[in-house]
C-alpha cells in the first residue's frame, strides 16, 4: 500500500507542477486522480485535490466532471457549485 500512496503523491506532484504550465491539464488531471483516490484511504491526497478545485475550478471544469456521470465526484461537483453560486 506505501507504494501506491508514494506513486500517487508523485503524480500529485507532477500534477501541480503541470498547473504552472497548463492550468487545464494539471487541473483535469487532478480530477482523474481523485477518481482513482476514491476508493483509497489517502484523504490527504483527496482533500489536496480538493482545495485546488475550489481554488481555481471553474464552469468548465464542472461540465467536465458532469460528464464523467460518475457518483465518486459528487463532492467536487458540490465544491464547484459552492464557488460559483458565492461569485
Given at each position: 500500500?506505501?507504494?501506491?500512496?508514494?506513486?500517487?503523491?508523485?503524480?500529485?506532484?507532477?500534477?501541480?507542477?503541470?498547473?504552472?504550465?497548463?492550468?487545464?491539464?494539471?487541473?483535469?488531471?487532478?480530477?482523474?486522480?481523485?477518481?482513482?483516490?476514491?476508493?483509497?484511504?489517502?484523504?490527504?491526497?483527496a482533500n489536496a485535490i480538493e482545495q485546488w478545485i475550489f481554488k481555481y475550478a471553474d464552469a468548465n471544469l464542472l461540465q467536465y466532471i458532469?460528464?464523467?456521470?460518475?457518483?465518486?465526484?459528487?463532492?467536487?461537483?458540490?465544491?464547484?457549485?459552492?464557488?460559483?453560486?458565492?461569485?
Amino acid at each position: 500500500m506505501y507504494d501506491e500512496y508514494k506513486e500517487m503523491k508523485i503524480r500529485l506532484s507532477l500534477y501541480e507542477a503541470d498547473f504552472d504550465i497548463n492550468q487545464k491539464s494539471g487541473l483535469l488531471n487532478m480530477i482523474d486522480l481523485y477518481g482513482e483516490l476514491a476508493t483509497k484511504p489517502y484523504h490527504d491526497l483527496a482533500n489536496a485535490i480538493e482545495q485546488w478545485i475550489f481554488k481555481y475550478a471553474d464552469a468548465n471544469l464542472l461540465q467536465y466532471i458532469q460528464d464523467k456521470k460518475s457518483n465518486i465526484y459528487s463532492k467536487l461537483i458540490d465544491i464547484i457549485r459552492r464557488k460559483l453560486e458565492s461569485k
